[in-house]
Structures are given as C-alpha cells and as structure tokens.
C-alpha cells in the first residue's frame, strides 16, 4: 500500500470518527444569518468571513480580507461590500496550487432558517447547500491533514465570498486587482463545489454551463398610467401590444420563434448523445418534485438535453404593469416585458441579442402600432470545457476512489458566472464539483444538505487533493 | 325679480367676497392626509371627518358619524374601518330633501402633496378635486345661506365617507343599517358631485356609467417558482400559456375578440348620436394631455362612444410574475393575469362573466396545455339614467342660470359604485352633477382644482337647492 492509499484511509477514518464535530461546525454557519441581499444583515456577512478565516487560520493558511469599492445604486446611494476571503494554505513551488472557490453568503428565508435541524439523515437550514455546507467540507477535510500531521499533497488558495446570492458584486473587482498583484501566477487549477448532482444517488463532475440573453421589451403607450374607466377603449393600450410580442417569442412546445436563433446550436454527436444515455436520471420522479402534469420531454436523453445543450426561453414578468393583489384598474403607460434565452455552444450572446432585438422590432412594426418599443438586452456566454483535462480526470479519480462509481459527465442548465471570471482570471483549467444532491433545495424554504453527501463528500474531496498532485504535471 | 332670483344674487355676491376664506378652507382640507389606502394615516381620516362635521354643525346640521364594523383581511386580521358622516340639515316635510353624497378621503402621493399650492388660478393640492373641493363647495354654499339668513329651499341630507379610495369599504354596511332606521324615507333625490367635466370649459351632467368585469385567470405550472437555468427546456411555463391566453382577449384595433360580446350592446340612435356631436370635446388635445402617439378614434363623436357607450377591454396586469426591477430568472409556477371590460347597456354582468371565462376555457384547451387554468371574476353593472328626471332638469337649470350655458349631456366610461347604491338604498334619482374640469388629473401628481371652477361650482350648487325646490313635486 503505498504512502497516498494509508494516509487516506487514515483521514477517512479521521473524517467518520468526527462527523458530530461537522455537524456542530456546520449549524454554527448556518446560524450566522448572512443573507446577503439583506442590507441589515451586513455584519452578519462580516461575522461570517471572520468565522471563516479563523477556521483557516487555525490551519495554518494565510488569510486576508479584501473590501471590494462600495457600489453605487441607481439611486445615487454609496452601498459597502463585504469582503472577499482570500488564503493561501501552502507554498511549496513543487506542489501544484489549487484555487478553491466558495460563498459564504445565502439567500433570504420565511421562517426560522438559521438553525440547523438535523432529520432523517438530512440536515435542514439556510445555506447547508448552498454554499456554506461545501465551504466547510473543504475546511474539515484539511482540518484531517493538520490534525493527523499529513503533509498536503497541494498548495492551496481559497477565494470564499459573501455576495455571490446578490450577483457576486465586488468580485470582479478583488480578482481583477489580484491578478495584477499577481496572486493567481502559481495557479494550477481551480475548483467550485456549488451546484448539485443530477439525480440524489449518483455523484456527477460538470463541464457545462449554460449562458444568458436577458431582454427587456418596453412598450409605452402615455405619459402616464390611465384609468381604463375613463381611457378605455380610446388608446392603443402598451400591454396588449406587449402581450403581442410575448406571445411570439415561444410555441407551446418550448420552441423558440425567434429566427435565426438555432443556427449556431452546435449538432449533436453520437459521443455526446450517449453520455446523457449513461446519467443517473429518471424523467418522472423530477416531473412530481416539481409538481408539473406534463413535462416536454419524457425521455430521458430529450429532456436533459434541453436543459443543458439547447437554448431555451423563459418569460419571467412584467414590470410597470399591476402586479398586486386585488383589481386595479389601470393602462399601464409604460410596460417592460422580461424573458430570457439560456445560451449554449456556440451560440454568440452579441448575435443572439441582436437576433432578438430584430424578431421584436420586426413583430412591432408588423403590428402596426404607433407606441414606442424600445429593446434592450444584457448576456453572458455559456461555458464548456473538456471533461479529460487532468482537473478533470482527478475528479472523476477522486470520485471513482470514493464512491466505486464513474460519475456522471454532466452540464448544468443555469449559468455561474463565477466559473468563467475564475477561468479567466486564472487562465487555468476551472472544474465543477458538486457534493449536494438534486432535491437538496437550494433557495427553497426547505434547503437541506444529506449528511451522507456531506461526509463523504468530504473524503472525495480530500482525495480530489491527491490525484492532483498525481494527475497535474507542474510547468515550472 | 322674485325672491330666489333676489336671495341668488345676495348669495353670489357674498360668494364673491369670501374667495380667500374658501382657498383657505380648502387649504386647510388638503393638508389632513386623509389617505384611506395607508394604514398608519387612519387618524387622519378620523381627523377629516371630524373637521367637516364640525363646519356642519355650525351651519345647523344634525351630525352622525356612524363606523361600520371592522373588516376582516384574507390574512385573518381586523381593520378598522373610519366613520361615514351622515348630516341633516332641514327637515321641513314640505320641502325637498335633497342627499348629498361627496368623500373626503384621498389617494397617495409622492411628493410634498399635502399643501395647497395656488398657481394661475389653479389650486394644486391631494384632494382638491377629488373629493374634497367638492364636499367643501357645498358647505361654503350652504354657510353663505347660513350667515345670510336666507332659508335652504330644500332640507339637506349629507353622506359623506372616507374609504372611496379603498373600495368604500364599509360604506354600504351604514347604508344598509339606517335604509332599516328608515334614514332614507324622506329623501327626494340625491346628488353626487365627484366626477369631471368632458372637457376644460363646458359644464355637463352625466346620466350614464359603465359597468365593470373583472377578471382573473390564474395558471399553474409547477408546485413551486423554478430556476430558468435549471429548468427551462423541460417545463410547459405557466407564463407562456397565460401570455397567449391574454393575447387572444383583444385586437390591436381594440376590438373585444371574446364571441358574442357585443351582442346585447344598445343598438345607437340618432338622438343619441347626436347627443356626443355636440358636446364640447377636441381629441387632439385630449390624445395631447395623455401623451398618445395615436388615439383609437380620431372622430369626436367615435372616441366619445367607445369611451362612454361601448365596452373596453384592458389588460392591467400579472401577479405571481417577476415584477421588479433588474433581471430576475425565475420561471414563475403560478400566474395570474387580470384583465376587465367595462360594460354598457344591456350587458348583463354575469352573462358577460360567463362569456369571458367560456373563451379562456376554450382557449387553454384549443391549447392543449396540461397547466391547471382557473378564471373567476367579480362585476358590477352599468348605470344609465333619465336626462329629463326633473332632479336633472334642475342641475340643467343650475347651470344654465350660473355659466349661461346649455351642459352637455355626458356618460363616464368608468364605475362610480356609489351610484347605484345610492339609487338602491334611496329608491330615488341620482344625478351626477361635476364641478371640476377634465384636466384636474384626480389620482395624478399633479391633481388641481381651477380656483374659477370652484367658485362658480358652489353658485351653481346655490342654484341647483332652488331649481330641486321647483322642478321635484313632493309625494306627500
């Protein structure tokens, strides 16, 4: 048994003979009530960064709380950041530098969120999940190497946010001026644990994200809102010519109208189709957990492709329209329609805003209407990478290590956009490792974290560091 | 000269000579923030009804002011409710006993909208025109018989409330209870002076209103809001399907697409035609003052009936979608479109429900959408009445007495609910006898009352006691 093999065992048995200690670390998190959108909660997210580089610290990383600039609002309102968490756990230039990225921030919740409750194996609270539960399973598993005096077979930094549920603002910043500095030069590679696997059995390893077209249609038909007692019936009225454009933008089959838009859809290898053939899946447990009668698709390859490597368009709302309780009567002056497109490779998000920007105008003037239209929209592009790249291949190692599995190659519907700064600013290979489960409720009022996916979660993690050092071959 | 045309003289004149103490009062009005839609200003309406009982009560007046009982919130919670005030002034039984129904609540505003601001003869201010000016009008003419000692020719009943901007919340309850104390035996007619003028120069009288449907139609895709990332591509969306539900609702001519809805419409007569060529109306300043590219209508007497003699649909809105600013993802799982038509004679409300909900039926299943569609609505009735009721020969004559002027004959396209309840629990003729100018944007920011109107209102409403003591024969 060589060196690798014993010292993992040794930290596998370290790790279970510890899993009351992270379950009581992990309820401590939680119970800081750092909801980022919260402006009240602001020292909550500060507690929750000291909390975090305490942890470090005591681990022997190097830590530094970086403040990005306060951001101004629309309002003209100065509105200050929290700070980004950054460490550096070993600097042994033989090594190879992992980058670990992590929030530390959650969303809002309606009752009692921040304490943990443990229940069937599950462990119920605002951010086990997403994303303080994988944060600290990092921590805990470095925690096993410190503790039993187990030489890390990686140098580590750690990038940790608080703002990642409000739109990651201010980060761009930190890394922007890091790399300037030069922080990121000795990085290998990076990894995210933040999104969650496909099924609640099978562990999966991401390449693929999907990118964004978000559109604002503003229709405005006065210079003010009219009553529809006294107005209606005598103006072309903005929502009826905005209701116009939404109801030609998809079919009831989720197909998109808008022409042109499926052209750069990359075709679809017999390679790639197998891969969603082999995933840990099934079409109708994911119909009941959502509620729905019908899906779209009911096999299994059909639907999962079409949440990860066809676009699709969601309408999201309205704004400026009555959106409350109740029966006002008004014609809206000016209504903005939102929807979105989810992009995917190699569609580029310039030419599909402007695709749609054109579908729009053309349909508006095709109606006739003497309202204004004016369209507008802001995107981001999708994100894929090679699924045998060596980050990659330690993954799916680590994984196999872990759970006697091949996971699953997977992509993710949803965009996060923080895998393309990392990717950018670190000019390295960026892999996606989930350690929740599908019905792990991230946002939800019922967010949970398996305590099973925690723990051994953890112990793939650790191996993760391993195959690495095996796996990555240092250019210096 | 006999004696009414003598006493109308002296009560012009003494109307003249108290101009700034009328500003003032009317100043003093609008700074209690009588806003009946926020909670936190109930003692503001307590304030305002407690202010004008006591200018009736100088005058002579028996005042009442009567609270209706608490109202019960979906949430389960009391609200209560301010008191109607309810006056007597005169009870000679040979008289004429004329109702006056008026509010003296007021809707929101945004900015410094509780003080008066007098500015080219306009007096700017929340309330001035709706309802406020009104209410006072009629006890500056009553005080000036008052002070004159020149006796009422009609006895006077007051109705005045402060939840008209809320829904008259609680109104008909006090309605209800003291039609039982038998309150309302010996009124003759009653009066309601809240509405506006057509235009900005010529008085009118309105005989008709539109009625109202109102419609939800709610669609279900899921149990809960979804992610667009996660799941779009594989969900039917609630919003696709109601965006195409409200899309087949009207054309963009305005043109109501429901079948058989114009069927019970008033076949439209010459007399009446006529009535709308003459009433002193210019589209082009009226699609000016809203700020329209183009109207629906540019002949007068078209755009006249389509807002008074012909049903409108307007789209207002949707609730359970993303409604805010920014660029939310979120597939909503329930939505609920809401819409309504304004109805004319001889729709009959529910009849029009029922149409209106076979439709969307019909619709959603031409669909073949699985998502769950329910469609209510709530209504209300049109109300037309007789030009040549002698309550409004004598507003007729009012005005032709002060303004030298034969008024138009008008309709509003909008509810004024009170109306029929008026009609209801009285028994007796309303009319609609307004004193403001169409440009006094009631509701808007910018809500004025003309110093001009004003004035020469309350002369004609001094008229009008006179004209009622002449033109209505007691039944007793």
Sequence with gaps: MN?????????????????????????????????????????????????????????????????PKSKQLDNGEFVKLPPVLLGQ??????KVTLLIYGHLDSDGWDTEPFVLVEKDGKLYGRGSTDDKGPVIAWINIIEAFHCL??????????????????????????????????????????????????????????YGLRGLCYTNVEVTCSNQDLHSGVYGGSVHEAMSDLIYLLDN?????????????????????????????????????????????????????????????????????ISGAFSGKGEKTVIPCKVTGKFSIRLVPSQNPEEIAHLVEQHIKQLHKQRGSLNKCHVYSSFGPHWLTDVDHPNFLAGRQAIRRVYQVEPDLTREGGSIPVTLALQKYTGKNVVLLPIGAADDMAHSQNEKFNKDNYILGMKMLGAYFYELAEHIIKDN
Tied chains: 1, 2.
């Design 149 to 206: 005096k187990i030489e890390m077979p990686v140098n580590v930094k750690f990038c940790f946010e608080l703002m990642e549920e409000s739109g990651s603002v201010g980060l761009e910043d930190v890394l922007r001026c890091k790399k300037d500095e030069g922080w990121f030069q000795d990085v290998d590679c990076a990894c995210i644990s933040d999104n969650y696997w496909v099924g609640t059995k099978k562990p999966c390893i991401t």
């Design 89 to 94: 756990l070993g600097s042994d230039p033989k």
């Design 249 to 317: 933008l998809v079919d009831k089959n989720g197909k998109i109208l808008i022409p042109k838009i499926y052209d750069k859809v990359d075709p679809l290898t017999e390679k790639e189709r197998d891969r969603y053939e082999s995933i840990d899946f099934d079409c109708e447990s994911y119909r009941k957990s959502i509620g729905a009668s019908k899906l779209l698709y009911d096999n299994k390859a059909e639907l999962l492709m079409h949440r990860w490597r066809y676009p699709s368009l969601s309408i999201h709302g």
């Design 3 to 67: 060196n690798k093999e014993k010292d993992l065992q040794s930290i596998f048995k370290y790790v279970d003979e510890h899993v009351p200690l992270y379950v009581e670390r992990l309820a401590e998190a939680v119970a800081i009530e750092s909801v980022s959108a919260e402006k009240e909660k602001f020292n909550e997210l500060i507690r929750m960064a000291e909390w975090t580089k305490n942890k470090l610290e005591l681990l022997g990383t190097v830590c530094e709380l970086v403040y």
